[in-house]
């Protein structure tokens, strides 16, 4: 699922493609949405929420879409063939005179008045790439249930939006903490937070997400004789491999933590973050 640096992204680049200018084609391909018809209305501006995409229009109407699993928008010149997929998994087509965006396998795709968009956002936390950031919000709220573990807590919207189980991952791994700590428990909770937002800040403008300050260089944990592999993030897809901190072996375990969190696997370091899900420091490896 896209985090919020990676919606932020797209956002950016849908309003690049479309604001300031009036729709000269629009075709909307869901049930409830089939008889709209928003052709000659201009794009005022497409912003992100957390990790839903706001598309508004003049006349005071928004076309509010969250990508999921599979969403994705391509925007294309005109002319240019569509290559994002099938035609059968468009979901929506928005065009102007110069550029088309496409949307396929949008999971989520409501119309409503713009006044009325909290009625798809307004459940969000404070918004981590948002204008009206507000840290102190965003820490009561994760502390309002001190016994909650700190990856579910992380990745509640309603906390603090934006941040998908990669952020997750490398957030707990950075405040040296399991992702199964007791949030109330964790030292220092005002560094969560904090954290958070300059972690995505720094990637927002970035294809490729880093964490870590090596990024592709070799670091001494992995030899010439090693496999291989990706150093841009601490432990996040690094299931066997050396910890770049401390040379133990990077785990996984499947979160179990409840609906928020289902069929995700959290990665971390024993050594670096003791506690398992069991509370054992060292759980047998997957």
């Given at each position: 699922?896209?985090?919020?640096?990676?919606?932020?992204?797209?956002?950016?680049?849908?309003?690049?493609?479309?604001?300031?200018?009036?729709?000269?084609?629009?075709?909307?391909?869901?049930?409830?949405?089939?008889?709209v018809d928003l052709t000659g209305r201009e794009v005022s501006e497409v912003v992100?929420?957390?990790?839903?995409?706001?598309?508004?229009?003049?006349?005071?109407?928004?076309?509010?879409?969250?990508?999921?699993?599979?969403?994705?928008?391509?925007?294309?010149?005109?002319?240019?063939?569509?290559?994002?997929?099938?035609?059968?998994?468009?979901?929506?087509?928005?065009?102007?005179?110069?550029?088309?965006?496409?949307?396929?396998?949008?999971?989520?795709?409501?119309?409503?008045?713009?006044?009325?968009?909290?009625?798809?956002?307004?459940?969000?936390?404070?918004?981590?790439?948002?204008?009206?950031?507000?840290?102190?919000?965003?820490?009561?709220?994760?502390?309002?249930?001190?016994?909650?573990?700190?990856?579910?807590?992380?990745?509640?919207?309603?906390?603090?939006?934006?941040?998908?189980?990669?952020?997750?991952?490398?957030?707990?791994?950075?405040?040296?903490?399991?992702?199964?700590?007791?949030?109330?428990?964790?030292?220092?909770?005002?560094?969560?937070?904090?954290?958070?937002?300059?972690?995505?800040?720094?990637?927002?403008?970035?294809?490729?997400?880093?964490?870590?300050?090596?990024?592709?260089?070799?670091?001494?944990?992995?030899?010439?004789?090693?496999?291989?592999?990706?150093?841009?993030?601490?432990?996040?897809?690094?299931?066997?491999?050396?910890?770049?901190?401390?040379?133990?072996t990077v785990r996984t375990s499947d979160s179990g933590q409840g609906p928020a969190?289902?069929?995700?696997?959290?990665?971390?370091?024993?050594?670096?973050?003791?506690?398992g899900p069991d509370g054992r420091s060292a759980p047998p490896a997957r």
């Amino acid at each position: 699922m896209p985090e919020g640096d990676t919606v932020w992204r797209l956002a950016q680049r849908l309003h690049d493609a479309l604001a300031g200018r009036p729709l000269t084609h629009c075709d909307l391909r869901v049930p409830r949405l089939a008889t709209v018809d928003l052709t000659g209305r201009e794009v005022s501006e497409v912003v992100p929420r957390g990790k839903h995409l706001l598309t508004r229009f003049e006349g005071g109407l928004t076309l509010h879409c969250h990508l999921r699993m599979d969403g994705t928008w391509q925007v294309y010149a005109a002319g240019e063939r569509w290559r994002g997929g099938p035609a059968h998994q468009i979901r929506a087509v928005l065009g102007t005179a110069e550029r088309t965006a496409v949307g396929y396998r949008l999971p989520v795709l409501d119309l409503l008045r713009t006044a009325d968009e909290s009625q798809v956002v307004g459940h969000l936390g404070p918004d981590l790439l948002g204008p009206e950031w507000d840290p102190g919000e965003a820490l009561r709220r994760l502390l309002a249930a001190p016994e909650r573990p700190l990856g579910e807590a992380l990745l509640d919207q309603r906390n603090l939006a934006g941040i998908g189980n990669v952020y997750k991952c490398e957030l707990c791994f950075l405040l040296r903490a399991s992702p199964w700590l007791p949030i109330g428990e964790l030292p220092g909770p005002e560094r969560v937070p904090a954290l958070a937002k300059k972690l995505l800040e720094a990637n927002k403008r970035r294809t490729a997400r880093t964490t870590t300050p090596w990024g592709h260089r070799p670091h001494p944990f992995e030899g010439r004789g090693g496999a291989r592999s990706d150093r841009r993030l601490w432990v996040y897809g690094r299931a066997g491999l050396p910890c770049l901190r401390c040379g133990g072996t990077v785990r996984t375990s499947d979160s179990g933590q409840g609906p928020a969190t289902d069929e995700r696997v959290t990665y971390w370091c024993p050594a670096c973050q003791p506690g398992g899900p069991d509370g054992r420091s060292a759980p047998p490896a997957r």
